[in-house]
């Protein structure tokens, strides 16, 4: 089976071009506030799911923002030459974990501003989330990038000689990164849905770690495929280093609240 990328304009209006991939990020975004307050109103049950609408602003702008600055810091050489690309998200340039960190400080700002538990909003975000990364990797398909290396197995990805590698220009097939990082997202999805309906009430902020844990486990062997990655640290790409340090701070704070359940439950 050959995936190829029919272009990144999905059609032009007023001959101003809808890029498929603006249309994704906004369906991503609508998914991950839609069933952040569908799994919000299941599990907890405290009449506050509504809030999620407003709360979602909050996080939204700021995971939005956080993802583009995290990008343009790692490419930090192609735009401090084109300072002005910076504000030009049309056409991609975003990167998940920025998104994430500014995300949780919305979360953050948002359950102080409404009084709402801080944790249940990092876990039922975390659902929704890993939904939208899941939908929104197929934004890079139509962009023809985050693809692995040269591959011709039975799932593999047309690249135009535009966007192919240095060195790589006489190779038209590569893995399907994007693909390989789309499917793994929908299996997180899927298991964080077992866990927070099953362990959200008692152990709130749980299903967050198991998210942060299992989505860098799954980053780490992507990226180490992909040909595209920005800025790599003795080999080992920027955004592998991050995902191990995102995995042992989930890891620890996850130790942590069992910990501290423990000590509450014995006091």
Avoid at 25 to 30: D, E, G, P, S, Y
Avoid at 61 to 76: D, E, K, P
Avoid at 173 to 180: S, T
Avoid at 206 to 212: G, H
């Amino acid at each position: 089976m050959i995936l190829k990328s029919p272009g990144d304009t999905a059609f032009t209006l007023f001959n101003f071009p809808v890029y498929y991939y603006g249309i994704i990020l906004a369906a991503a975004c609508f998914v991950a506030v839609f069933i952040a307050k569908v799994v919000y109103d299941k599990v907890y049950k405290d009449g506050k799911a509504d809030l999620i609408w407003e709360i979602s602003p909050f996080v939204l702008i700021l995971g939005i923002l956080g993802a583009r600055l995290y990008y343009c810091l790692v490419n930090f050489t192609y735009y401090f030459q084109h300072p002005l690309e910076i504000f030009y998200i049309r056409g991609g340039g975003m990167s998940i974990h920025g998104g994430i960190i500014a995300g949780i400080a919305g979360l953050w700002l948002a359950s102080r501003k409404y009084k709402i538990s801080f944790l249940r909003l990092l876990d039922v975000f975390s659902v929704g989330t890993v939904l939208a990364q899941s939908i929104g990797r197929w934004g890079n398909f139509f962009n023809n990038e985050a693809f692995g290396g040269p591959y011709d197995g039975l799932v593999k990805l047309f690249i135009p000689l535009s966007h192919r590698p240095s060195g790589l220009e006489q190779v038209q097939y590569f893995h399907p990164a994007f693909l390989y990082e789309s499917a793994a997202d929908f299996v997180i999805f899927l298991v964080l849905l077992f866990i927070i309906n099953n362990f959200g009430v008692k152990h709130e902020g749980i299903t967050l770690c198991i998210y942060l844990m299992l989505y860098s486990a799954a980053r780490f062997f992507v990226e180490g495929i992909r040909l595209d990655s920005a800025m790599n640290v003795s080999g080992i790409h920027i955004a592998q280093i991050i995902s191990v340090l995102i995995f042992l701070f989930a890891m620890a704070f996850m130790f942590y609240l069992l910990y501290k359940k423990k000590r509450t439950l014995f006091n």
